[in-house]
């Protein structure tokens, strides 16, 4: 009699189970947890130190200056940017960079004319100037956002320097360069010791001012000095604000964090042996590594071309690496 009294409870569970799972009364939807996206913390620091500012949204008191190089800006001026007016007929001269090497332009406020454009207005030393965006407002998030070649935002390379001297980190690549050495001989030797350690000892302006704004300098463990110049955030920069898929590659190259990184890239890959880890220092390849470690020496690929019957071909610029099962197996 228990049995049947038990199997008849059972029954009835199970049944008004079912039934309140398919109420058709019930339409709440079934919760899905998003998948987690973790942000690199050397993201996260450019993020919260360097955040990007559109030159529509520049706030008063922004400060930037004019780099000046004897062998690229002689005679160049500052297209866009000339003593203050009202008039929307700028056919004044544009201030020279030469006039104006390593002044400091204010940024006080801006304002959309009756040509539709937006002006920029700046003090350097009590005097007003005025620079014409030529982007109205609809253009600004739908086009490059604007920047004024021939200045840089210096609060950005003060900043860097609260945060970031003397600090240990890792170069995650092998552009090092030496400003003492020749024009053909940039590089040193040590520039095969990627994801090595290096301080960071000096942090200025980079030449390429418009793409690369900032340089920093650091020492390696042989207390040699070198440099890469790198940007922050694209305030006022050339890949500011939405730009053409093709330009991508190039606008991120340079970003800090795809040139440093805070943690030891090697305790991040226990698997990898130190012989081939000095392979991947050194930026060369060699039979039999995996794609995981090809892919730390030599960069991601630009193009894979996968194979159901032969092996996989990447390619990079004028080389191709061969796999089969994971394993490089022929390169050229």
């Known amino acids: 009699m228990k049995k049947l009294q038990f199997l008849f409870v059972l029954l009835f569970f199970c049944f008004t189970s079912n039934v309140i799972a398919q109420n058709p009364y019930d339409v709440h939807q079934t919760i899905i947890k998003a998948e987690t996206i973790t942000i690199p913390k050397e993201k996260q620091f450019v ?14 008191g922004m400060r930037f200056i004019v780099p000046y190089n004897e062998e690229y800006d002689k005679g160049q001026g500052i297209h866009g940017m000339i003593p203050y007016t009202k008039s929307t007929k700028l056919n004044l001269k544009y201030i020279s960079k030469e006039e104006f090497k390593w002044k400091i332009f204010t940024f006080k406020y801006s304002e959309y004319r009756n040509d539709g454009y937006l002006y920029l207005i700046f003090d350097c030393d009590g005097n007003k100037f005025v620079y014409n965006s030529y982007h109205k407002e609809n253009d600004f998030n739908n086009v490059e956002d604007g920047f004024i070649n021939g200045l840089v935002y210096v609060d950005e390379i003060d900043r860097a320097k609260e945060v970031l001297l003397n600090m240990k980190i890792y170069i995650t690549n092998n552009d090092w360069y030496d400003e003492n050495a020749t024009k053909s001989n940039y590089l040193r030797p040590e520039k095969s010791k990627k994801f090595c350690p290096v301080t960071i000892v000096k942090i200025g302006i980079g ?11 650091f020492r390696t463990e042989l207390g040699n000095e070198f440099y890469r110049d790198i940007k922050f955030s694209n305030t006022n920069n050339l890949y500011c604000g939405k730009i053409e898929s093709y330009k991508e590659e190039r606008a991120n190259k340079d970003m800090f964090y795809n040139v440093f990184t805070f943690d030891d890239p090697y305790l991040s890959h226990p698997n990898i042996s130190n012989e081939i880890w000095s392979k991947i220092q050194e930026g060369v390849v060699a039979i039999g590594m995996t794609e995981e470690e090809c892919t730390l020496s030599w960069g991601k ?11 996989d071909q990447w390619v990079y610029s004028g080389q191709y690496l061969y796999f089969d099962d994971g394993k490089l197996t022929a390169f050229n």
Not at 301 to 311: A, F, H, L, T, V
């Open 301 to 311: 690929p630009k193009e894979i071309n996968r194979s159901s019957y032969g092996s």
């Open 207 to 217: 030449v390429l001012s418009d793409i690369t704004p900032v340089r920093i300098v």
């Open 47 to 60: 993020e919260q130190n360097f955040p990007y500012i559109p030159m529509n949204k520049w706030k008063e």
